[in-house]
């Protein structure tokens, strides 16, 4: 007796099927008549309906299930469908790539995001009045919140406000205000 194990088997284009509708298909491509390929078409596409209960609340069910049945066969079945037959080309769509910004960042446990406020606060007109030096002000709040969940010790508001001050290139005004 030869055992079949799956790893000795062709990759299945849609696994969530599984096995046996995939050989379901591969049965029709071997009919010859189309009427009767036709017809087995129609009735694995009820049987796969039938697997998935969850695709019957969206509303071109019919449409991806015929769509499921066109890519299990590897574009190779030649049925009468009633929705048009997708193309290989048109599913494997590549999107276009992504640009992103090789600059360095000086805080990585920060991010670009607070790296940039910093930089508008450097830029801004220092206002009139404001605390120097005595409690830290909302960038340091931000800054705490977002490193918090990874900080394994609370670290003292003083040495995270003295550090802050570091970062704002030494003007205690950007970061106080």
């Not at 599984?18 to 129609?42: F, K, Y």
């Not at 209960?53 to 071109?60: G, N, V």
């Not at 406000?161 to 570091?166: D, Y």
């Amino acid at each position: 007796m030869k055992k079949n194990y799956n790893y000795g088997r062709r990759k299945l284009f849609l696994p969530e099927y599984g096995r046996h509708i995939h050989e379901m298909i591969d049965s029709l491509l071997t009919i010859e008549d189309r009427r009767e390929r036709n017809r087995q078409a129609r009735a694995v596409i009820a049987v796969m309906g039938n697997l998935n209960p969850l695709l019957r609340d969206t509303a071109d069910f019919t449409h991806k299930l015929w769509d499921h049945l066109f890519i299990m066969s590897d574009f190779q079945l030649d049925v009468d469908s009633p929705y048009p037959r997708p193309s290989r080309e048109e599913l494997t769509v590549t999107p276009k790539r992504m640009t992103y910004s090789q600059g360095r960042i000086a805080y990585k446990h920060y991010g670009r995001y607070v790296e940039r406020m910093l930089g508008a606060g450097r830029r801004a007109r220092p206002r009139g009045g404001g605390v120097h030096g005595r409690q830290p002000g909302p960038l340091h709040a931000c800054q705490e919140l977002r490193i918090q969940p990874g900080a394994s010790e609370q670290r003292g508001d003083r040495k995270g406000h003295e550090a802050n001050v570091r970062r704002c290139g030494g003007n205690r005004r950007i970061c106080l205000e």
